[in-house]
């Protein structure tokens, strides 16, 4: 019975997840055209020991369909102690390039760093391990023909995924791409993630510049942008690439860092937003329906292993000292009168079966090529069993006031 | 109405429609299998009283309804295990959950005595079980003991297991009950006459069975 409203939760944030995508914004979105605009762009690539792969983002950006004069590129090492200075020098000379070296101050120093060497209408931020499509600016630039629009984010896929965590995190990024795209249209982002995100110049210096936000600085400005009234668009069709965590224990880390950063960002600066309806649906839908996907998330997670556990454990002791051919071997026949049906199972499954249509959809709105197959088969395996693990680590950290490191 | 409101109430019609029709389609379910059951206890009622006049035509030659009964013997059981899955899923207190297990006791019993007269009259001597429990949360080794019996009559088709719910309101039960002077201490066992209470393993169970009657070489007729 616990479990009932968390899944009748998930049914109807799903159900509006899709009658939003079917709805006149989102069409509208799906089918902007590119802008012919060309207003002037710096893309801002904040490093810290990104030496494996400053060169290849730099190498995207260059390649990028735009004007060339009215592109610049600033790469700031944010007192990198690697190889990323060596790395970066290659572009020294390049016209487009613009090369900052700063002491260590955290990525929203980085980036206030490299707001303040240009002058460019739009100032965007790429992370040095994130490569972008040819096309992927003008895509994002014809979001600013919008005058309510501020900031733009892009639609995220996983660089090469090669290993099944990495393919899971594919489908997750799908889904994003789906959730990205139809909460912009009612203006209900609180994220500009770090790869290729746009923002106004002008409206980010009136905001004061980037700002500590508990490793979630994408986040914390995205909130205060919302705070102050302005709007956040998506463009679905610029896709970006970003490396992904390999395995389970760095995914783990990034994700605690996500998670915790949201908590702290919540519960600090910005619970004023929570459940308020001048914010529209992102303080009453999305915010409450994140903050609740972390406990449900934890809360059915122990539940499972509670029921797990104690029918494990009754059925062994029934069980015991039955032959095993008897007790554990399955009987190979199907009777429908034994088909398990419980109102819990069921809407599990219709869950699971929308959350597979929004991976699907994410893939088609952004064009992104690649077999999402392994993607989702690899999600509906792992996902639900990895994902509460990182939720109940950024939980815990943020009740003991816990701050790790920001690598993984 | 903003988009996002008129949004949210579809979306909430869709959901409490996608709920209803979950709930429709279990309870519809669990209707279809309670028919089944309705529909299994009706055939088996036929087979019974058939079978009770097969043996009472055949006076000069009853043996000859012996294999009918062994096949009625286990339809019952087949019986006995859906009912079981049935209350599971509805729970022990749905009336037609109750209805099906009294009429399912009935047949028991009918086919005990059935089974009695013919290894009277044949000479044959069936392992007859009769098997109380109590699914009240008062018999924490019932589960196990009622395993333990599926387990047996699976591995020896031959055996004659009759379950029978101690708490169930019936008189023929209660007579039962009376004449084979079993206690309220479940789980309790009537092993062709003989009674035991408890369980603890399979292995002392069998022990309560006669010597070579577990045994798929040698016929318990």
């Known amino acids: ?408 | 109405m903003s988009l996002a409101a008129r949004n949210a109430l579809i979306a909430l019609f869709i959901t409490l429609v996608l709920a209803g029709t979950v709930a429709y389609a279990i309870n519809y379910l669990n209707r279809a299998r309670v028919a089944e059951l309705s529909t299994i206890e009706d055939q088996l009622s036929i087979d019974t009283l058939s079978l009770d006049t097969q043996f009472s035509l055949l006076e000069t030659a009853p043996c000859d309804s012996a294999a009918s009964s062994t096949t009625l013997t286990s339809e019952l059981a087949d019986f006995g295990n859906r009912l079981s899955y049935a209350e599971n899923q509805l729970g022990n207190d749905d009336a037609q959950v109750i209805r099906l297990k009294e009429r399912y006791s009935l047949l028991e019993i009918r086919d005990y005595l059935i089974t009695k007269r013919l290894a009277q009259a044949c000479g044959i001597k069936p392992v007859t079980v009769l098997y109380f429990y109590s699914n009240s949360g008062d018999c924490p080794d019932c589960d196990k003991a009622g395993y333990a019996l599926s387990y047996l009559r699976n591995t020896f088709p031959a055996l004659r297991v009759y379950s029978f719910d101690y708490n169930l309101d019936l008189g023929a039960l209660k007579t039962l009950i009376t004449v084979e002077k079993v206690k309220n201490s479940l789980p309790a066992f009537v092993i062709n006459g003989k009674h035991s209470y408890g369980f603890t393993s399979l292995e002392d169970l069998e022990k309560q069975f006669p010597k070579g009657s577990l045994s798929t070489s040698t016929s318990p007729r």
């Open chain 1, 1 to 408: 019975m616990l479990a009932y409203p968390f899944l009748f939760i998930a049914v109807y944030f799903e159900s509006f997840v899709l009658v939003t995508l079917l709805s006149k914004p989102a069409r509208a979105a799906r089918t902007r055209t590119k802008s012919e605009a060309t207003p002037s762009v710096a893309v801002i690539v904040p490093c810290w020991n990104e030496a494996a792969t400053i060169g290849a983002t730099c190498e995207s950006l260059l390649a990028l369909e735009y004007p060339k004069g009215k592109l610049e590129i600033i790469l700031v090492d944010d007192g990198s102690t690697d190889a990323t200075p060596e790395a970066m020098a290659r572009f020294a000379e390049h016209p487009q390039v613009r090369i900052l070296r700063k002491e260590n101050g955290g990525k929203h120093t980085a980036l206030n760093a490299g707001i303040a060497l240009t002058n460019a209408d739009l100032v965007g931020c790429l992370d040095a391990d994130s490569f972008v499509e040819p096309d992927a600016l003008r895509e994002i630039v014809a979001c600013f023909d919008d005058p309510k629009i501020v900031a733009t984010t892009a639609a995220m896929s996983i660089h090469k995924p090669g290993n099944i965590l990495q393919h899971m995190q594919n489908a997750e990024y799908s889904f994003g791409i789906t959730l990205r795209h139809t909460f912009a249209s009612l203006n209900g982002l609180y994220v500009t993630p770090g790869p290729f995100s746009f923002y106004r110049r002008n409206t980010v210096n009136e905001l004061g510049g980037f700002r500590y936000g508990h490793q979630t600085e994408d986040m914390e400005m995205a909130l205060r942008i919302q705070k102050a009234g302005y709007g956040i668009g998506n463009a679905p069709y610029a896709r970006v690439y970003t490396k992904a965590p390999g395995t389970i224990r760095a995914l783990i880390k990034q994700r605690t860092r996500w998670i915790s950063g949201f908590l702290r960002n919540m519960f600090g600066d910005y619970r004023g937003l929570i459940g308020n309806r001048r914010h529209g649906v992102l303080g009453m839908l999305v915010l409450p329906t994140a903050l609740l996907a972390i406990v449900s998330g934890i809360g059915l997670f122990l539940l499972t292993l509670f029921l797990f556990a104690r029918n494990t454990l009754t059925a062994l002791s029934i069980r015991a000292g039955i032959p095993f051919s008897y007790a554990f071997l399955p009987k190979m026949q199907f009777d429908w009168f034994y088909f398990p049906t419980s109102f819990y199972t069921i809407l599990a499954v219709i869950v699971v079966i929308i959350s597979i249509s929004l991976i699907v959809v994410g893939k088609r709105i952004s064009k992104t090529p690649g077999n999402i197959m392994p993607g989702l088969v690899s999600y509906l395996l792992l996902y639900g069993f990895i994902v509460p693990f990182w939720l109940i680590r950024a939980t815990s950290d943020v009740a003991f006031g816990k701050r790790r490191g920001w690598r993984y």
